[in-house]
């Protein structure tokens, strides 16, 4: 198993521009997450899924979008970014019957 | 609304020292709590995760508790080693799987 895996692992946008952050596991995990990780705030949760074709928002979903058309994907995207996107995005997993959740390595992402 | 604090924010300690980082959140109401280890520039290392009936999970040099009643854990490092060297993050765990996380505490062990 490949685990939780997320692309890219950088990317630098410019203030309105839209982008897909990918985030996909191999693992048959029924429940996915989006982290965003900033200095001093800890994570905080942007959205997360049940399963297929479920999404409920987090803590802080304003800016970003997400869909779940499989078990496997679970995009996260950003429809205009802005300098308060800058941010370490992390993707997350959890297997049916457990609440341990696995990690993707991030996506460290820069607006400008 | 849960919030979870880690004190301290940054810990040095000398090699084969045992070592205990706290965490303590306000909603006793959880479902989980888990601990994780985070390098620098990294994403996050799942190490112990203990289900809200439970007082204890072990795996090898750590040992996690947790006391729902007073909203604490505790994660004990025996025989620190410099491969420890860390950021560790606690989380509690609500009823979608939600995690909330503390700011972590760095720890770093001197050889």
């Known amino acids: 198993n490949a685990g939780v895996t997320q692309t890219p692992k950088f990317q630098v946008l410019k203030t309105g521009q839209s982008m897909t952050l990918q985030c996909a596991q191999d693992?048959?995990?029924?429940?996915m997450s989006w982290y965003r990780q900033d200095p001093g705030m800890g994570l905080r949760l942007i959205h997360y899924s049940v399963g297929a074709g479920i999404t409920d928002q987090g803590e802080v979903p304003n800016g970003y979008n997400v869909s779940r058309s499989t078990t496997e994907d679970f995009p996260l995207r950003l429809l205009s970014a802005a300098p308060s996107q800058t941010s370490v995005y992390f993707c997350?997993?959890?297997?049916?019957?457990?609440?341990?959740?696995?990690f993707g390595p991030g996506t460290r992402l820069t607006v400008l | 609304k849960q919030e979870v604090t880690q004190i301290p924010a940054a810990l040095s300690v000398p090699e084969g020292e045992n070592l205990v980082l706290n965490c303590s959140f306000t909603d006793s109401a959880i479902y989980n709590l888990q601990w994780f280890r985070q390098d620098p520039g990294k994403g996050l290392t799942s190490l112990l995760l203990?289900?809200?009936?439970?007082r204890e999970q072990t795996s090898g040099r750590l040992n996690a508790s947790l006391d729902k009643s007073s909203g604490r854990s505790t994660l004990y490092i025996a025989a620190s080693q410099p491969g420890d060297s860390a950021t560790y993050l606690c989380a509690t765990g609500g009823s979608a799987r939600q995690l909330t996380f503390g700011s972590g505490t760095q720890l770093t062990v001197l050889p």
């Open positions: 203990i289900q809200s009936s439970q």
């Open positions: 693992m048959n995990h029924e429940y």
């Open positions: 997350a997993s959890s297997p049916p019957g457990s609440r341990e959740q696995f």
